[in-house]
T-cell receptor, first 109, second 112 residues
Framework: SQQGEEDPQALSIQEGENATMNCSYK?????LQWYRQNSGRGLVHLIL?????REKHSGRLRVTLDTSKKSSSLLITASRAADTASYFC?????????FGQGTRLTINP | DGGITQSPKYLFRKEGQNVTLSCEQN?????MYWYRQDPGQGLRLIYY???????QKGDIAEGYSVSREKKESFPLTVTSAQKNPTAFYLC???????????FGPGTRLTVL
């Protein structure tokens, strides 16, 4: 079962620009998480936002959550080549995390 | 140096053979998980365990089996019943279910 869906599927921008990725989900949640995956590697947790929070920051990352629209966005500011990766949202569903298909982000020098 | 390890990194198997993937964590986490990832896709949950000697099926458990005899270890066996086992397998752990998960580096299984 797939809970979260990311949009766009792929995003290519110039270094220094901001990158925005969106995630939509279907059922009520306790929290929503974002993860990064470099090619061929495991996932790395970026940020967790609880259902009663609307916005959260971590360094160059900004996450918003709109529970009325069942959607979240991840903004990466001042992108760097090292940000090139796939980004996944994950929602908790009955003690499990359900991951979306991911957004593949490419930062061009 | 705390973390979660998986071995081997690459694994080749002949059709009809069972194979076991290793996952070990020294984070003292109660919950552990196995995911399957196909090219360009998200993660799908195979099995998860909230505590030693207990585990539950995920979304795609058919053709897989697990055990959780020790808190640190959660091995996954890919049986010959799994019709399309070639994939990237990721193990993860968390202090409890529903919160931040820590992932291992993955095992890429190829069936020849």
């Amino acid at each position: 079962s797939q809970q979260g869906e990311e949009d766009p599927q792929a995003l290519s921008i110039q270094e220094g620009e901001n990158a925005t990725m969106n995630c939509s989900y279907k059922t009520s949640i306790n929290n929503l998480q974002w993860y990064r995956q470099n090619s061929g590697r495991g996932l790395v947790h970026l940020i967790l936002i609880r259902s009663n929070e609307r916005e959260k920051h971590s360094g160059r990352l900004r996450v918003t959550l709109d529970t009325s629209k069942k959607s979240s966005s991840l903004l990466i500011t001042a992108s760097r080549a090292a940000d090139t990766a796939s980004y996944f949202c994950a929602t908790d569903a009955r003690k499990k995390l359900v991951f979306g298909q991911g957004t593949r982000l490419t930062i061009n020098p | 140096d705390g973390g979660i390890t998986q071995s081997p990194k690459y694994l080749f198997r002949k059709e009809g053979q069972n194979v076991t993937l290793s996952c070990e964590q020294n984070l003292n986490h109660d919950a552990m998980y196995w995911y399957r990832q196909d090219p360009g896709q998200g993660l799908r949950l195979i099995y998860y365990s909230q505590i030693v000697n207990d585990f539950q099926k995920g979304d795609i458990a058919e053709g897989y089996s697990v055990s959780r005899e020790k808190k640190e270890s959660f091995p996954l066996t890919v049986t010959s019943a799994q019709k399309n086992p070639t994939a990237f397998y990721l193990c993860a752990s968390s202090r409890i279910t529903g919160i931040e998960q820590f992932f291992g580096p993955g095992t890429r299984l190829t069936v020849l």
